[in-house]
């Protein structure tokens, strides 16, 4: 189990890497952080403060620590699993789409630690609200993980690989493509002079409901009412690529809502 | 102008006027609802306070009113345009796809009151922040409609009809469509016993980007890096009609972002 006192060497010094080491610096020793630039290793580990060590060399990395966060890009995890030696502690990556088999044949004890949310680096994120997904190599290592998340956040739950690539998926319907739609609004309303901040209250009290009532219950507008005059005057007044968005998600509204 | 001591008429008691007709209350005097239902209007009338009347009946109308506010489903403010005298007050209508000029003919001094925002019953909005849209006949309505937003909001604009159309087009995609998105996420993620409160914290933190940058800025994702390996392996967990939107959505996305 992660105990007061486990020592961790963070792999990464990006914005994933930056939230998780401060935020687990508050409960746990954060010990060394290697990344490819010392600077911003050193960066990174006088932020986190206590003796945390700073290197850009893999070789430094420390043979006795409990845990080794992994927190890169995507294409970078193999090559950083490949190119460690097999030490002892837990090793785990942060990253929602690489399987934890990237490990297999390279580490003998290892998992995901998965934080659900997008960090931005000068945007405060509270980590106690971010929801963990945690895969272990067996039951020890899992624990163990599911341990250090409980240190800094209220919601942790177990996720196999597969289960990690359905919270993706959802994650780009719900994010990017929502995102995609803020995109089209703010288009939209630039040719009148306006922009997307004109909506924010809109959205903000949009995106709130869903604390209350699902998204389902939520929907509201010309399609949910089966309003075919105002969709077909809108569908007059887009250039073509925005009106086959518009009207491809309306018919998915009107398919799955009744009049 | 609007000044202290206004008297308004609220045509109307849904979650529109409810949220109008108090917020108005702190710095006019509302001095009567006239609402279908008697129940219902005087629910209101009690809210607001001040000795304010309820009325089942449009024949009750006080006709010495400075303003008029229709405050009804769209499809109803004709018959109620139509159904009552040219009172010398100000009329207007607070929905934002009904044009001005479903007053004319009916009414000399009329105009759009039209708040920016989705009112729900048990949902407390601060009216200070939304956007209030507002047209006039002359402008002399126009500015006593102004004056009167501004008491109550601290975003107020002009908006023609088409503006306001714009604005209701530009709505859809980022309210409706964005909702859309949510429903699919939460049905992605039900099908693994999860519910889109999972995602609660990411879609916030998105959301809040938009403070900061544009959303195309903080557009992020498998689409805005082109990465077809992670599209493809999407495109083959999904049923046809999510597939539908997930491969338009992706590729508006790539045209829009370069590699």
């Known amino acids: 189990m992660a105990q007061i006192g486990s020592r961790i060497c963070i792999i990464g010094a990006g914005n994933v890497a930056t939230h998780l080491a401060m935020a687990l610096s508050e409960s746990v020793c954060v010990c060394q952080v ?3 630039h010392i600077e911003t290793a050193g960066r990174l580990a006088d932020m986190v403060g206590g003796g945390c060590l700073a290197s850009d060399n893999l070789d ?10 992994i927190s890169v890009n995507d294409d970078r995890v193999a090559e950083i699993v490949a190119g460690t030696p097999d030490f002892p502690g837990i090793w785990a990556h942060t990253s929602g789409s690489v399987p934890a088999d990237v490990f297999k044949g390279y580490k003998s004890r290892y998992g995901v630690f998965y934080p659900l949310q997008t960090f931005t680096r000068d945007l405060d994120v509270d980590v106690s609200e971010v929801p963990f997904f945690i895969e272990g190599v067996d039951r020890d290592v899992c624990d163990a993980l599911i341990s250090l998340a409980n240190s800094i956040s209220r919601s942790v739950e177990e996720a196999d690989s597969s289960r990690r690539k359905v919270l993706h998926l959802a ?3 719900a994010c990017n493509f929502a995102n995609l739609m803020w995109v089209e609004a703010d ?26 009532i699902s998204p389902a219950e939520a929907m509201t507008g ?17 250039p073509p690529d925005k ?11 009107m398919d799955k809502f009744g009049k």
């Open 60 to 69: 430094e990395l420390l043979p006795d620590a409990d845990f080794y966060l």
């Open 222 to 238: 010309p399609a949910r009412r089966h309003d075919t005059d105002i969709i077909e005057s809108h569908l007059a007044m887009l």
């Open 34 to 36: 290697v990344s490819r």
């Open 187 to 212: 288009e939209i309303l630039r040719s009148e002079g306006l922009t997307i901040n004109y909506l924010m209250p809109l959205l903000k009290v949009t995106l709130g409901k869903l604390r209350d």
């Open 243 to 253: 009106r086959e968005i518009y009207r491809l998600l309306s018919d998915a509204i």
């Open 171 to 173: 994650a780009v319907f």
